[in-house]
């Protein structure tokens, strides 16, 4: 069975209502990056990290996974499908995807500050102070610029077996997420779907649409 492997980001949930990072009124130009999602940040303000995440908690609740997460989810009856995402949204798994790997983290998580305990906290708020188990902070589970990103070796195994990579709704600016498309095998079809002209090397097959319009037509190209 053919294996596709899709990388996705936050363009992926773009139709689903949830504002992207980098385009004009993103995520990046509302608020500071640093101050928010870094390491760095969380030590400096955690209350001010804990609202940025409780509002996108709050905020996931009301929104629905857009056809594009459905086409992919339903390409599991023909192929053997994994999603790696940048994006912290449950989306793909409400649309029925099995197999996700996060390596950014999952905003419906919480975790002790060492990150060795992980609770499900469904959309519900952290509050201020709140602890974990072991009586640190209770944080997002959420992987910060400045942080480890553990699932990166398991994505870069997912993509080096691929027959299929399918890149969807990313910039391609984060690191290591940007260099998972070079695990792929030689002679493997790449395909990136963004409604933006993006630069892409010379063997990546672009289709110019959004996610779910990209994916009706790749639907009909596997
Ligand atoms: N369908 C598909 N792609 C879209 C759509 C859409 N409807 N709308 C926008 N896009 C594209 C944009 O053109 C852009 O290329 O999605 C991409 C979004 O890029 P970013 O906002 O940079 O998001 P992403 O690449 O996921 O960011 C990576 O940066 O801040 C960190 O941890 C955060 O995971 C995030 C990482």
């Known amino acids: 069975m053919k294996h596709i492997v899709f990388l996705t980001g936050a363009g992926m949930s773009a139709e689903s209502g949830i504002s992207t990072f980098r385009d004009s009124?993103?995520?990046?130009?509302?608020?500071?990056?640093?101050?928010?999602?870094?390491?760095?940040?969380?030590?400096?303000n955690p209350d001010l990290v804990q609202q940025f995440y409780n509002d996108r908690r709050r905020q996931l609740k009301n929104a629905q996974p857009n056809e594009g997460h459905k086409i992919i989810a339903a390409l599991e009856e023909k192929f053997q499908v994994t999603v790696v995402t940048q994006n912290v949204d449950n989306l793909h798994e409400r649309a029925g995807s099995k197999q996700v790997i996060h390596l950014h983290g999952e905003l419906t998580k919480a975790c002790n500050e060492s990150k060795t305990e992980v609770y499900d906290i469904g959309y519900e708020p952290i509050t201020p102070g709140e602890k974990a188990k072991d009586g640190s902070r209770l944080r997002p589970f959420i992987v910060w610029f400045g942080e480890a990103v553990p699932m990166i070796d398991k994505a870069a195994d997912a993509v080096s077996q691929a027959d299929v990579v399918v890149i969807i709704g990313t910039s391609m600016k984060v690191y290591p997420a940007a260099g998972l498309v070079y695990y792929a095998r030689r002679g493997v079809p790449i395909y990136l779907i963004d409604p933006k002209e993006v630069s892409a090397p010379p063997q990546v097959i672009v289709i110019q649409e959004k996610a779910s319009d990209g994916m009706r037509k790749l639907a009909q190209l596997l």
Do not use: P, T
């Open 25 to 44: 009124n993103g995520l990046w130009e509302n608020y500071d990056v640093m101050q928010v999602a870094s390491i760095e940040g969380w030590y400096d």
